[in-house]
């Protein structure tokens, strides 16, 4: 069973850092995408960004410029650095990993539990 770990969250002012962390662990094969989202109260889950297994990245609007994603292959580790917080980014965080278990396996996408995030004005 592969369980995602999230770390790193909490409460931040308005224009501070925070780095997100989430790491996989259990028997894996092999990693795909890796993403995050968040979801504020009240709000629909939303993407922030995503990498893949070739390091190429997507942001949405609302993170580029401020938000970095990266991965550690070796360690099954996906991170998100957040600078230049707003308000607006208050939300429970969420990792997702698209895994193969075997070389047999079908992927599938693994949650992280979330980390809350809280940036005050």
């Known amino acids: 069973q592969v369980q995602l770990v999230e770390s790193g969250g909490g409460l931040m002012q308005a224009g501070g850092s925070l780095r997100l962390s989430c790491a996989a662990s259990?028997?894996?094969?092999?990693?795909?995408?890796m993403g995050w989202y968040r979801q504020a109260p009240g709000k629909q889950r939303e993407l922030v960004a995503t990498?893949?297994?070739?390091?190429?990245?997507i942001y949405t609007d609302s993170a580029k410029g401020r938000f970095t994603i990266s991965r550690d292959n070796a360690k099954n580790t996906l991170y998100l650095q957040m600078n230049s917080l707003e308000p607006e980014d208050t939300a429970v965080y969420y990792c997702a990993m698209n895994i193969e278990l075997t070389l047999q396996s079908r992927p599938y996408d693994a949650w992280g539990q979330g980390t809350q995030v809280t940036v005050s004005s």
């Open positions: 259990g028997s894996i094969f092999r990693i795909n995408d």
């Open positions: 990498i893949t297994s070739g390091d190429i990245t």
